[in-house]
């Protein structure tokens, strides 16, 4: 991001390196939903309105919205002011939005074909074109004239993954990854659990340590991300097993990423399996921690602690960011509602959203509940925006 950003203010002044900057990128991947608006909006700087067209259809085809596309002022005026580019980005979303109706009608079972074809293609594409909606649809088909296909799929999905990145020499996409382990969740069936965890130590080994296996592959910092989705389809999946790897998880990352999402999802996750409220409560006690209260919180709210009522609603009397404020809302009305043990569909954690912080910080979208919920109160739209996959974002206290 940093190399287009400086890229793009260096061909402004010097034209005639558009073309070798351009093949650079493409070389790189850096053109995708995020970026890829970027530099149409570079182009359209320079005049060069071919080369706007050809880089806001792959910006689309990656992800991107007509909104993200207008996040440029300079592309935003040269819609109003072109009406060739006007039909062009109409065309496009249109076309984007007859994709998501297609995907509307996915229970169907005419469509399981197509929707396990379009799964498997998934598989293939690139870190700038990292769609995953048919990879989640597979496991929506849970009738047993499906079931063979769809475990097959994804037993092997995440071997897949790493044959496809390795022969085309290039890195594992973590965008796909964490899809299968949400699919494997949602398909709910515990002997999925050996394979999950098997994946959670494999992208989170050290390749400093003794007993590390190199296989050509980079575990990358996106790449160990995903280990807090693997652990929450885990806990959905109420596992069972030995929980060192999530312990070795923690003692590595907790304390140069303190609060921040994935790690707080892995503790999420062993603080469920070991029905833990507890442990949360304690953290959420401990001063020193200002980031990740709202996972904690969570976790009372999932176990229906409801013992803690008091200590929550002391906290939202307190000075917290506004995002913190709706996740204690959403906590306190639930622990005065709910009997029981709360059914794995129903947790709390589901309206903290999907998107991997890439995805967010790529396409511009967030489908995190809480933070729509706070850029409404306090109409704010910036809430929650994600520009960088590894963004602390603000302290819950």
Known sequence: QYFA????????????????????????????????????????????PDKVMQHVSKTIEAGATREN???????????EANTEFKEFIDKLESKRLESIAIFDKKLDPNNFEEIMAGAKAELTRESYN????????TAKFTGKEYQAQVEEFLTTGFRTLKSIALKK?????????DALARAI????NPAFSDLLINEFSYIT??????DFIDDGLS??????????????????LDYKGDLTLFDSFLKSYE?????????????????????DAAGAVEFISNSENKKGLAFAVCVIADLNSKETLPLLQELLSSKINPVFTEVLKEAISRLNSQNGLVPAKDRMIHLFGTMTPSHKALAGENDNVFEERAALATDNAETGTVYEADDSGEDDR
């Open 5 to 48: 950003s400086m890229a793009m203010k260096c061909i402004e002044k010097h034209p005639e390196l558009a073309d070798d900057f351009e093949a650079k990128l493409l070389d790189n991947d850096y053109i995708d939903a995020g970026y890829g608006w970027n530099i149409a909006a570079t182009f359209c700087l320079m005049n060069l």
């Open 130 to 137: 990292s769609r995953a909606n048919r990879i989640i649809d």
């Open 169 to 177: 020499d290039r890195l594992i996409n973590d965008d796909l990854f």
């Open 219 to 236: 575990r990358h910092h996106e790449l160990h991300i995903v280990a807090g989705t693997i652990a929450l389809a885990l806990a959905e």
């Open 185 to 188: 969740a949602l398909w709910g």
């Open 205 to 210: 080994a050290d390749e400093y340590d003794d």
């Open 69 to 79: 596309i207008f996040k440029s002022t300079a592309l935003s005026k040269h819609y």
């Open 255 to 275: 304390w140069r990423y303190p609060g921040q999402d994935f790690v707080m999802k892995v503790r999420y996750a062993k603080w469920m399996i070991e029905k």
